[in-house]
């Protein structure tokens, strides 16, 4: 089944720019969605098929999807932003929906 | 406003059943697929299984098949996932989700399922 490859954590200061990569085999030619778990909390969907964002996520919330890595990009990162997020594909194996192992935003 | 309630954790021994539920509201279960995922402690996101919008189909994570069933009663809002043969490593929070073709839009807040052996 496909496999998606995420570093396990990203550090970044508050009023930067983090960017989070979401590795896999052609990705760039399947939609990416992006979900955000703070802890103790469930999952919110934060970006759909590569870059659309849904109701109510932040302008500062962005994505892109190309070749082999798709990345989600978060600017001016607040202390809120601390969570762990997970991208997400749609594949036609007998798993159809697969998860990346998830980067943990630290906002140091 | 979409809300997803799920119930049912507990603790069990291993090889016992449970059925979970999810109580929907906010929007009409027949026009959406339902997932449900899970979360092992300390570990990422696995999603276990989904019904069709038209709830004639239903698909399932290796581990899941044949041993949970993925079902809905549209009359009561309610979705579930009944569970036999528990292991250990079933241990996991395990969320309802809305899905929405190839994505999924809105996650409850799980309920914990232990599976002791």
């Known amino acids: 089944s496909y496999v998606l490859t995420q570093a396990a954590s990203v550090s970044v200061a508050p009023g930067q720019t983090a960017k989070i990569t979401c590795g896999g085999p052609?990705?760039?030619?399947?939609?990416v969605h992006w979900y955000q778990q703070k802890p103790g909390q469930a999952p919110v969907l934060v970006i759909f098929?590569?870059?659309e964002r849904p109701s109510g996520i932040p302008e500062r919330f962005s994505g892109a999807n190309s070749g082999d890595a798709a990345t989600l990009t978060i600017n001016r990162v607040e202390v809120g932003d601390e969570a762990d997020y997970y991208c997400?594909?749609?594949?036609?194996?007998?798993?159809?929906?697969?998860f990346g192992g998830g980067t943990r935003l630290t906002v140091l | 406003e979409v809300k997803l309630l799920e119930s049912g954790g507990a603790l069990v021994q291993a090889g016992e059943s449970l059925r979970l539920s999810c109580a929907v509201s906010?929007?009409?279960?027949?026009?959406?697929?339902m997932s449900w995922a899970r979360q092992a402690p300390g570990k990422g996101l696995e999603w276990i299984s989904t019904?069709?919008?038209?709830?004639?189909?239903?698909f399932y994570t290796q581990s899941a098949k044949g041993r949970f069933t993925i079902s809905r009663d549209i009359s009561q809002s309610m979705v579930y996932l009944q569970m036999s043969g528990l292991r250990g490593d079933d241990t996991a929070v395990y969320y309802c989700?809305?899905?929405?073709?190839?994505?999924?839009?809105?996650w409850g807040q799980g309920t914990l399922v232990t599976v002791s052996s």
């Open positions: 989700v809305q899905s929405q073709g190839y994505y999924d839009s809105f």
């Open positions: 052609s990705i760039g030619s399947r939609g």
């Open positions: 997400q594909v749609w594949d036609s194996s007998s798993v159809p929906r697969v």
């Open positions: 906010g929007f009409k279960l027949s026009d959406f697929a």
């Open positions: 098929y590569d870059s």
């Open positions: 019904i069709s919008v038209s709830g004639g189909s239903r």
